[in-house]
């Protein structure tokens, strides 16, 4: 063997041997992925620039949905190789190798680089699978306990619900019997008190039966219309406390549905006794009706501070209020949103611009039940 071939042979053997060890070190990057997905790509990238034959010319550009990598500038002109990172079947990203074009060709990007490169997309292709499968199972897992701790949180309410029910029923009627019997003023008005919180605290009780879901739903034909009217008619003490008004939208076609009567005003009371506290004094709220396709639709609007964002996704959560103590029990929003789900449909929180907060609920129209079934719907 001549001198030139060994020198041949040589180059060849300690191209492999990069090749080897960049696979080798790719796997380890891999296998010791700390949480930070950006680390570990620009640690591959290195991994990769360092296997060329030319490593100090090389640039490594990667993307992958998100996450964008770069080990240095892109030459203005550059000959590449390239291979496309598959994810569950679907191109999600490259791996890219760079050379100036004034000082390098497609020539120079050897076979073995391009096997190499595949190899590695195909490494890294597996290592976003395996992230997104780990995600979804922490999430997974997550909604389990949820569930569990919610299922729980009924069962415990449920009970002291029913616990509460007998004492608070004796008080009323011990109560009333006292004030028809006793003519003092002063009596009179204590006894009154008693009434008026023993009222609230059984209407507390109504609300921790229907988050439980021990209340029995008792759908009939109503129109639906009517009922929010009805409403909006009795709380209207509420709004000229604050000096507001109130605005009913709705066109003149029939909005009649097969629903609980009684759950649709617990829906509009807590909506509307939620829009009146957030309103300042003199503002308007907003009652819209309307129908999309097999769909009602009820959305009710204030003129608050809104929602932020932060609390998005707690305001739903049983015993969540921002009201101070005494003015709020926390269930109303989660009494809504169990009535809405227990009925196969939605429930949102949008801005309304400039000020304030849109409830927008959605619940598909049962006409006849029994021959019509109640189907759920994405919003």
């Not at 030459?75 to 190798?97: H, M, Y």
């Not at 897992?141 to 449920?158: C, F, G, M, W, Y």
């Not at 015993?319 to 029990?329: L, Q």
């Amino acid at each position: 063997m001549d001198k030139m071939q060994k020198s041949s042979v040589e180059h060849k053997l300690r191209e492999r041997v990069k090749e080897l060890t960049c696979l080798y070190d790719v796997t380890s990057a891999v296998l010791q992925h700390d949480g930070t997905i950006d680390v570990t790509l620009d640690r591959i990238c290195n991994i990769v620039k360092a296997a060329y034959q030319y490593p100090n010319d090389a640039v490594i550009e990667l993307w992958l949905e998100s996450h964008y990598i770069l080990t240095a500038a892109i030459p203005l002109s550059s000959v590449t190789q390239v291979s496309a990172i598959n994810v569950f079947d679907e191109d999600l990203g490259f791996i890219k190798v760079h050379y100036n074009m004034e000082l390098y060709s497609s020539a120079h990007f050897l076979d073995e680089e391009q096997l190499l490169l595949d190899k590695v997309a195909h490494e890294i292709g597996n290592f976003f699978e395996k992230l997104i499968i780990m995600e979804r199972e922490k999430l997974f897992q997550s909604n389990i306990a949820q569930a569990d701790r919610r299922a729980v949180l009924h069962e415990i309410t449920a009970g002291i619900a029913h616990e509460l029910n007998t004492p608070l029923a004796n008080i009323l009627g011990f109560a009333e019997l006292i004030k028809e019997n006793d003519l003092s003023v002063q009596i009179n008005e204590d006894v009154s008190k008693i009434i008026k919180s023993a009222i609230y605290s059984r209407e507390i009780v109504k609300k921790l039966l229907l988050f439980s879901g021990e209340m029995p739903s008792n759908p009939e034909v109503i129109d639906v219309k009517e009922s929010i009217l009805q409403c909006l008619s009795i709380l209207s003490p509420n709004f000229r406390k604050k000096n507001l008004d109130f605005i009913f939208i709705c066109d003149d076609q029939s909005y009649i549905m097969f629903f609980d009567n009684i759950q649709l005003t617990q829906i509009i009371f807590n909506l509307a006794l939620n829009a009146i506290y957030a309103s300042p004094d003199g503002g308007i709220i907003k009652v819209r009706l309307y129908k999309e396709k097999r769909v009602m639709v009820i959305e009710m609007e204030d003129e608050g501070e809104g929602v932020p964002e932060k609390l998005m996704s707690k305001v739903f959560e049983p015993f969540f209020t921002t009201k101070p103590v005494g003015v709020g029990t926390g269930l109303g929003l989660s009494v809504v949103q169990g009535i809405v789900k227990t009925n196969g449909g939605t429930i949102q929180i949008l801005a309304n611009k400039p000020l304030g907060a849109v409830f927008k609920i959605r619940l598909p129209i049962i006409k006849k039940y029994g021959i019509e079934e109640r189907k759920s719907f994405d919003s």
